[in-house]
């Protein structure tokens, strides 16, 4: 079935808006084009086009930009990323940079956002760039509501001419504060 703009559709308690729809009934999977929107209570995801597999709940969006905005104003860029609106998670993959609603970012090869917990995790290669600081670890939690970022294994911290490192702690964003509870 074909469904020419605007079309929308309800699964999981989540919309998915776009332009065009190329909807397989036998396969059950929505290809959608132009204007693409997933609209799921705190979370929105937009992107040029998406495969949305309806058995599987999964949104799949491939090589264009992808967006996605939470709640308190952060936004992830991504071109590879999977969207479960039943789990209300998403992973990607390939390289990803989330801008804080205060300008801060985080970078990383991978990850996943939980739209339940309200947490970002980052895996691969992270780095993460403050007004004075630069963190660079394997991978960090983002607690989006307590502004906390929980660091893991290989952690180094550099401000100005200054370096710290850990294999666990947490950073306090909002008052810059640094706690090391492992090898600091």
């Not at 339940?116 to 992270?126: L, P, Q, R, T, Y």
Request: glycine share 4%; hydrophobic share 35%.
């Amino acid at each position: 079935r074909k469904i020419i703009g605007p079309a929308t559709f309800l699964h999981n308690n989540t919309y998915l808006k776009c332009d065009t729809a190329l909807w397989n009934v036998s396969t059950n999977i929505i290809d959608a084009v132009g204007n693409v929107e997933i609209i799921q209570e705190n979370t929105m995801l937009t992107s040029d086009s998406l495969k949305y597999d309806i058995p599987a709940s999964l949104a799949m969006f491939r090589g264009t930009l992808v967006e996605l905005y939470d709640k308190e104003g952060n936004i992830l860029n991504t071109n590879y990323l999977n969207y479960n609106t039943r789990d209300s998670v998403a992973t990607f993959y390939f390289g990803a940079s989330m801008k804080s609603n205060d300008g801060k970012i985080i970078e990383s090869d991978n990850g996943t956002y939980s739209s339940a917990d309200k947490m970002f995790s980052f895996e691969d290669n992270v780095q993460i760039f403050t007004d004075s600081v630069l963190i660079t670890s394997t991978r960090v939690d983002y607690l989006t509501q307590t502004d906390v970022v929980v660091f893991n294994e290989n952690t180094v911290a550099w401000k100005d001419e200054n370096m710290l490192s850990a294999n666990a702690g947490s950073y306090e964003r909002p008052q810059n504060i640094f706690t090391f509870s492992k090898d600091g």
